[in-house]
């Protein structure tokens, strides 16, 4: 079984500042592919940024990156200079194996102007 | 467009009344999966199918059914939905080996 924790349910942050939104995962596969979602008050669900376990480098995009610490099963979000639109639920997942994604429960993050 | 598209988008209905979520892709994905989701609770996979006439269950299946007869669609069908159904519902769909999943816009489905 594959597990995936989030251990901050609420985070804030000043516009223009950064976060760091937490993730622990727990998988026995060797090839994997970890997810950060953002989930606005549209409920649409967004891809943020993926990383393929068997990269070492730590995937950018644009404003957001990841610390992927593979011995430690850690795969931590930083979004830098916060914005208003980056209000939402971040989801942390993770796909392993026979296709099955699984979440974590969510990180509500709600940037302060 | 690339689309997952699911309908209703939102329905009331009463208990024991049969119903069913549809949810079809135009990207030629061979794995397709259905979530609900919860507050506090986060998605959790309901059903998955790998490819057509393959389906499996997944972390919640009690109470719904699938089937997955042509590619590009898989139906959720609820055959006596309860008040403990009443959530909100993601389609999603993927390539195999691709990683990423592409989701529908959600349905939100409460049972009175």
């Known amino acids: 079984a594959q597990t995936v924790t989030q251990s901050q349910p609420e985070m804030s942050v000043q516009e223009a500042e950064t976060v760091t939104l937490s993730c622990t995962y727990d998988?026995?596969?060797?090839?994997?592919?970890l997810f950060w979602y953002k989930q606005p008050p549209s409920r649409q669900m967004i891809l943020v940024i993926r990383?393929?376990?068997?990269?070492?480098q730590n995937a950018t995009e644009n404003r957001f990156s990841v610390n992927f610490q593979k011995a430690a099963k850690s795969f931590s979000l930083k979004i830098s200079d916060s914005q208003l639109g980056d209000t939402a639920m971040y989801f942390c997942a993770l796909r392993a194996g026979s296709y099955q994604l699984t979440f974590g429960k969510g990180t509500k993050l709600s940037v302060i102007p | 467009e690339a689309q997952v598209t699911q309908n209703p988008r939102y329905l009331i209905t009463v208990t024991g009344k049969k119903l069913t979520v549809t949810c079809s892709q135009n990207m030629n994905h061979e794995y397709m999966s259905w979530y609900r989701q919860d507050p506090g609770l986060g998605l959790r996979q309901i059903y998955y199918s790998m490819n057509v006439e393959v389906t499996d269950k997944g972390d919640v299946p009690e109470g719904y059914k699938v089937s997955r007869k042509e590619k590009r669609n898989f139906p959720l069908i609820l055959e006596s939905p309860s008040p403990n159904q009443t959530s909100l519902y993601f389609c999603?769909?993927?390539?195999?080996?691709?990683?990423?999943?592409?989701f529908g816009e959600g349905s939100r489905l409460t049972v009175l």
């Open positions: 998988t026995s596969e060797n090839n994997y592919y």
């Open positions: 990383q393929e376990a068997y990269k070492q």
């Open positions: 999603a769909s993927s390539s195999q080996g691709a990683g990423e999943l592409f």
